[in-house]
């Protein structure tokens, strides 16, 4: 698919949208009843799967295959679905222009979710920060509420689901989804060791699933379409429509939805109006700040999904893309990541609470002066020390960015450090 001919499905530029009434006239909630009333959880689960829907929070795993892991129900015990809209990541805000213009569809999308894994509960988990959007999805979903697409006995198919909005504790860690349910719970957002997984062991010691808001907003669009239609769109891998979020030294910042596969120099010439003022690239961030920038000669011809990215070293994470011209200091950008992810830590582990710290003085130093050339590579070997050593992923996310930035921008390291003292 040419991605200049591609009308957005999650975003489709249809006035009021997020109101329920106009959002039934386009086709709403007809998948949420054709899957309660005339398909079984399984089927739902079988369809979705494959499609390959694959997780746009930043793991990039296959939703059905995740619905799968769920066990069957068993009287007495129930079990969870959590849609995570805590959409943390500098240089990500894709989930809040779905709250903000579909909500319908990401409840449809959950209440899907939900009957395919036989969910008593769906817990909505916004960071705080999100204030207005939360009000608005709130209005969204009282609106559900009052149509019988949620609560009791939904459309007369004897499936039952509440859904309740959750409002974020204000930290990164809460993103990571065992720290989530934590938060969830009512304690500090931890994060837990796994196994057990959610599936087995999640919410109050119950069986959960936890699903991106807009991976969710993906299911009504598969059920419509058909999984085999979905595949077709973007790169067979990585189907579907991707909200790209392109922020940084470019003419047209702004979330952009179009297929998955999109070639990164298009997202920048061409889909965001190139590089401002008339500079040069000087490095792209392709999914967050947590994924490994790369330098212009890297990204000739390479497409924005999963494996392609992995070839070359880096990651899809959330398709928040950061461009930077050649103006930008690389050593100051690396000390804010690093800054970021100090304050970040929610300080269980120890190579987090402290590696963290560690990184945060070392890029310091080449900031005011200090540094010397021994401490270039002391970085990488504390980033070496951290990196999958600590029950989350927090820690690795601050390692890879700023072990990418070194290594591939070392001179202007070196030109602000200074050969060590040599005791006499």
């Known amino acids: 698919m040419d991605w200049r001919s591609y009308r957005p499905l999650l975003l489709p530029p ?46 990039g795993f296959n939703a059905g295959l995740k619905w799968s892991f769920m066990p069957p129900k068993r009287e007495g015990v129930p079990h969870y679905l959590v849609a ?30 939900a009957y395919a894994i036989q969910a008593d509960a769906i817990y909505v988990y916004i960071r ?25 006995n939904i459309l007369g198919s004897g499936f039952s689901t509440e859904m309740y909005l959750h409002r974020g504790a204000g930290a990164y860690i809460c993103g990571e989804e065992t720290g989530l349910m934590e938060s969830l719970e009512g304690k500090r957002a931890y994060p837990r060791y796994k196994p057990p997984f959610p599936a087995q062991k999640g919410l109050w010691g119950c069986p959960t699933t936890i ?30 429509p991707i909200l790209y979020g392109i922020s940084g030294h470019v003419n047209r910042p702004g979330v952009y939805e179009y297929p998955s596969g999109m070639l ?21 961030v392709p999914g967050g700040s947590s994924t490994p920038i790369l330098r212009p000669e890297e990204i000739e011809g390479v497409r924005m999904s999963a494996d392609a990215l992995r070839k070359v070293g880096s990651m899809m994470g959330t398709a928040g893309m ?12 690396a000390y804010r990541i690093a800054a970021f992810y100090k304050h970040e830590s929610c300080g269980q582990c120890t190579p987090c609470r402290e590696g963290t710290g560690w990184l945060k003085g070392l890029l310091s130093k080449f900031l005011h002066g200090e540094a010397t050339f021994q401490d270039i ?16 992923a927090l820690a690795d996310a601050a390692v890879w960015p700023i072990r990418a930035i070194v290594q591939k921008y070392r001179a202007e390291f070196e030109r602000r450090a200074k050969p060590a003292l040599i005791p006499a």
């Not at 995570?84 to 979710?113: Q, V, Y």
């Not at 002391?378 to 600590?390: A, H, N, P």
């Open 211 to 240: 699903n991106n808001v807009e991976t969710l907003a993906h299911v009504p669009l598969v059920l419509r379409i058909g999984a085999a239609a979905y595949t077709q769109i973007g790169a067979p891998e990585h189907p579907g």
């Open 14 to 59: 249809i006035p009021n949208l997020s109101d329920i009434a106009v959002y039934e006239a386009h086709g709403g909630y007809a998948q949420l009843r054709r899957a309660v009333t005339e398909l079984t959880p399984a089927q739902v689960i079988e369809e979705v799967k494959a499609a390959n829907i694959r997780g746009r929070g930043g793991a």
């Open 377 to 392: 590579d002391l970085i990488l070997d504390v980033g070496s020390q951290m990196e999958g050593r600590t029950i989350c």
């Open 322 to 333: 950061l461009v930077l011209d050649e103006d930008t200091d690389m050593v100051r950008f």
């Open 264 to 284: 990164i120099t298009d997202l920048i010439y061409e889909v965001a109006g190139g590089i401002r003022n008339g500079k040069k690239l000087k490095g792209v």
């Open 128 to 152: 705080g920060e999100y204030a207005d959007w939360i009000d608005h999805l709130q209005k969204a979903v009282d609106q559900a509420y009052a149509r019988g697409y949620i609560g009791k």
């Open 84 to 113: 995570n809209g805590d959409e943390s990541e500098p240089g990500t805000c894709k989930d809040r222009r779905i709250l903000e213009f579909n909500p319908h569809l990401f409840i449809e999308g959950a209440l899907i979710a």
